[in-house]
């Protein structure tokens, strides 16, 4: 049942847009008891299914700027392998360590845009 449930707030999170695996990754090494480089690449496999539902939908709604599709798609791919070889030769501790930095700087810099945001509203 645990499993669902960090499927169906992934699933949430990704269809927004937001990026399901800043629940997946934490919610699998923390309640499941996964290693970082599991979670880590279990979210990739998660990511195929739940991408192409929500891009059929955001299609569908014409949310799609295609001029920018293959510039994203080539450096996506290239970053991607980067990055499976830079994750793979890192120590466990550190990828979560960095996971978690980065997830940090994510919510900061949130949390610094929509003060930006009300204040100017507020003008």
């Given at each position: ?20 695996g800043t ?15 599991s ?14 539902a ?25 970053g ?38 009300i ?5």
């Open positions: 049942m645990i499993l669902f449930v960090i499927g169906l707030l992934s699933g949430l999170i990704s269809g927004m847009g937001i990026g399901g629940i997946l990754i934490p919610a699998l090494t923390i309640f499941v008891g996964m290693s970082q480089h979670a880590q690449s279990i979210n990739l496999i998660y990511f195929i299914p739940t991408a192409i929500a891009l059929v939908i955001h299609i569908r709604n014409k949310r799609i700027r295609k001029e920018l599709l293959w510039f994203l798609i080539g450096g996506g791919v290239v991607s392998v980067i990055g499976s070889f830079v994750a793979i030769s890192l120590d466990a501790v550190l990828l979560r360590k960095l996971f978690g930095v980065f997830l940090f700087y994510m919510g900061i810099t949130e949390i610094r845009k929509n003060k930006r945001k204040k100017e509203n507020r003008e």
